[in-house]
């Protein structure tokens, strides 16, 4: 990621920015996980990169709903690629059970939801 001026926290929100576009910048914190502040910080950084953009909310004039840009749209595409290969490399040793346990318990220990099904 460090190629692609990228750190984990960053990645982490761009995936969930693009998953759900126009989230609430409290929204995106309780998705995340990630400290308020650090988030206000983040989003700061990726605005200021052109990555993403906050607008005003469609039904709630007191927030801001964030969105990628297409740049960050560009760049999380490309970091998406480098996170699979990274994935790849790292476990591809495990058949598919046990990545799912891998995930299980490593939400467990981060004191993480389980991860939606799907």
Do not use: C, W, Y
């Not at 990274?86 to 991860?115: D, Q």
């Amino acid at each position: 990621m460090e190629d692609l001026d990228l750190r984990p926290p960053q990645f982490l929100a761009m995936v969930v920015i693009d998953s759900a576009p126009g989230l609430a910048q409290q929204e995106l914190v309780d998705a995340t996980h990630i400290d308020p502040s650090t988030m206000v910080a983040m989003l700061d950084g990726l605005e200021h990169a052109g990555l993403a953009e906050r607008r005003p909310h469609p039904t709630d004039r007191r927030k801001r709903a964030v969105h990628l840009t297409p740049a960050g749209r560009e760049r999380l595409t490309a970091a998406r690629s480098v996170a699979d290969r990274i994935a790849h490399e790292t476990f591809g040793a495990l058949h598919p059970g046990e990545r799912t346990e891998l995930n299980r318990l490593l939400r467990k220990l981060a004191g993480l939801p389980p991860a939606p099904a799907g």
